[in-house]
């Protein structure tokens, strides 16, 4: 019994992790074509600690922070640092990162 329960855990697990539609790279996923968001986010190592980074972090001048960011952002999903764009949203607060994914082949 014990392993038909791990046998389900584990094929669930498998099951969510998949990344259906777009492009991915890993685990990493922006969609495809040209796309902005205020919500770029992406896991990375920083001195050994896993770290998530979001370009709108409201504890960062978003002016200074905003196109580096974008530019790592599609890094992450596999893409050039050309392939991407960031500017201060008219909040002032946030960050708008436009990322143009050209790698998704036919869809």
Partial sequence: M????LAVTFLAGFIAAQNFGGQSF???FIP???VCTRTA??????DGVNTRATCSDSNADVNVRCNSCCQSYA????????NAAG??????RTCVCCVNNNQCRGR
Avoid at 2 to 5: D, L, S
């Fill in 26 to 28: 890993g685990n990493n």
């Fill in 32 to 34: 495809c074509g040209f």
């Fill in 75 to 82: 890094l992450w999903g596999g893409l050039s640092t050309s």
């Fill in 2 to 5: 014990i392993y038909r329960i």
């Fill in 87 to 92: 500017f201060p949203a008219s909040d002032g």
């Fill in 41 to 46: 986010a992406f896991t990375t190592t920083i």
